[in-house]
């Protein structure tokens, strides 16, 4: 008998979206990750009422869960198959943010849940949200650069006044009754404008071949008169003739010349005055503070034995298990990201207090693993992260397991970070009345950055 044709998307986890893993089929019918289902249901103890996350039916008692060896057997089937070679991420691709292990090639991402999604996640995301579909583009690793970083809206309105793209929301507030229009509407007009300097740079690159074939000509024609001794029988012409003919050419040479100098400085003017130069590295605290922002760390990523304190802002090696909820995304190692990400040009300050073993003060990619305690958990020892690593006197700094150490004596408790990341650029400095240094890191980033610090028990980081 021909072996049934099963469709992923059938056996996608709504919660996490991912095939499910030890499915259980509550009594709705609908079926989820055990875990997934039983993190749910805890946060719904306290009203002793619990619903089914996909058509909301409640019950009560919380009812017991049982495997689905069913469900479980087809999805192992599942596994087995091999999607086509072309659904795996390569270099310069965009990641499916969802998948967990292997990463496949994302063909959208959606601006309202800025995530890049593959095909099969995509169309259980389209499930999720029909009754009100979000908004998605094509599949983009600028993601982040089109979310406003401090409404965390899509960036759909253009302020003219301040000449930025902005959220809905600014236009109420930051940019009230300032010159506002719609992104789409002035991409359309900055696209005329580019169609027209185009045509006039056709133009002038016309004007400017005829006046190189006029100086040609000119110059061809003068060639005969200035080599060759004037071939004259009449010894009663005028011997100065030729000179004065040469001496005519020679002048409007000149002014052909001058005039075409002229030409290229006014051209070249008109270019300079519409480049905008964006690659000046800040060099004053004050020019570094117009790129800052503000971080906070994201307590469903804390490592067990981290404390967070002032509204997550601070962190602490503990001695003691803190009592944090199970999570997907906490580290199994004395780590923590924030919920944050860095994209554009961005800067962050930071205090730190030594330990037992000191802080490393990091950049990671989202995709970072959280499971174990191996080198691909831990900041600076794979290739999805970046660690300044402060254990005095020691200072070095860590990227998949290549230490590049700093001849530094010492570092002050102030840091301060600064990435470009269009540029590549990852560097750190040592705040005080000047920004001294310390270390520069120059790559090609390929993902959004989330700032991450591993403390050890005793140190600290405050976020400033």
Not at 416 to 430: C, N, P, R
Not at 441 to 452: D, R
Request: hydrophobic share 30%.
């Amino acid at each position: 008998m021909a072996e049934a044709s099963f469709s992923q998307d059938e056996f996608m986890c709504p919660v996490c979206l991912d095939l499910l893993k030890d499915p259980v089929t509550i009594q709705c019918g609908h079926s989820y990750c055990e875990n997934c289902i039983t993190n749910r249901w805890d946060q719904e103890d306290q009203k002793r009422v619990y619903s089914c996350p996909q058509c909301r039916q409640t019950f009560s008692p919380r009812p017991a869960l049982a495997g689905n060896t069913v469900l479980a057997e087809l999805v192992k089937k599942l596994k087995k198959r091999k999607r086509p070679a072309d659904c795996d991420a390569g270099a310069g691709d965009v990641q499916c943010d969802v998948c967990a292990g292997r990463k496949y090639k994302a063909v959208k991402s959606c601006l309202m849940c800025q995530e890049s999604y593959c095909q099969n996640h995509f169309n259980r995301h389209e499930e999720l949200h029909s009754r009100k579909p979000h908004k998605v583009i094509e599949a983009t690793g600028r993601l982040q650069e089109m979310i406003c970083q401090k409404h965390e809206k899509h960036l759909e309105m253009y302020c003219i006044t301040d000449q930025q793209c902005i959220c809905e929301l600014c236009t109420k507030y930051e940019h009230k009754n300032h010159n506002t229009v719609s992104a789409a509407a002035q991409r359309t007009e900055k696209q005329k404008q580019i169609k027209k300097m185009q045509k006039t740079s056709q133009q002038r690159e016309k004007d400017l071949q005829q006046l190189r074939e006029t100086v040609e000509s000119h110059k061809v024609s003068l060639e005969p008169s200035l080599s060759a001794p004037p071939e004259s029988t009449d010894v009663n012409e005028n011997p100065f003739s030729s000179l004065v003919s040469s001496a005519g050419l020679r002048e409007s040479v000149r002014q052909l010349r001058d005039k075409l100098e002229d030409f290229c400085k006014e051209q070249l003017k008109k270019i300079s005055d519409r480049v905008t130069i964006t690659n000046i590295v800040p060099r004053t605290r004050d020019d570094f503070l117009q790129y800052s922002r503000q971080f906070t760390l994201d307590l469903n990523t804390a490592y067990k034995r981290l404390r967070l304190s002032k509204n997550n802002r601070v962190i602490t090696g503990s001695r003691t298990d803190q009592s944090y909820p199970d999570h997907p995304d906490r580290f199994d190692v004395n780590q923590v990201l924030c919920r944050e990400s860095v994209c554009g040009r961005c800067y962050w300050e930071l205090e730190w207090r030594r330990g037992d073993h000191g802080v490393r003060i990091a950049v990671s990619y989202k995709s970072i693993n959280r499971k174990g305690r191996g080198h691909k958990c831990k900041f600076g020892n794979n290739e999805e992260s970046w660690s300044l690593e402060c254990i005095p006197p020691k200072y070095y700094l860590m990227h998949n397991l290549i230490r590049t150490d700093l001849p530094v004596e010492s570092i002050i408790r102030r840091i301060g970070v600064f990435v470009d990341h269009s540029a590549g650029t990852l560097s750190f400095y040592s705040v005080s009345d000047t920004m001294n240094l310390i270390h520069t890191v120059q790559t090609t980033f390929t993902q959004p950055l989330y700032p991450g610090f591993r403390i050890s028990r005793a140190s600290s980081v405050k976020l400033c």
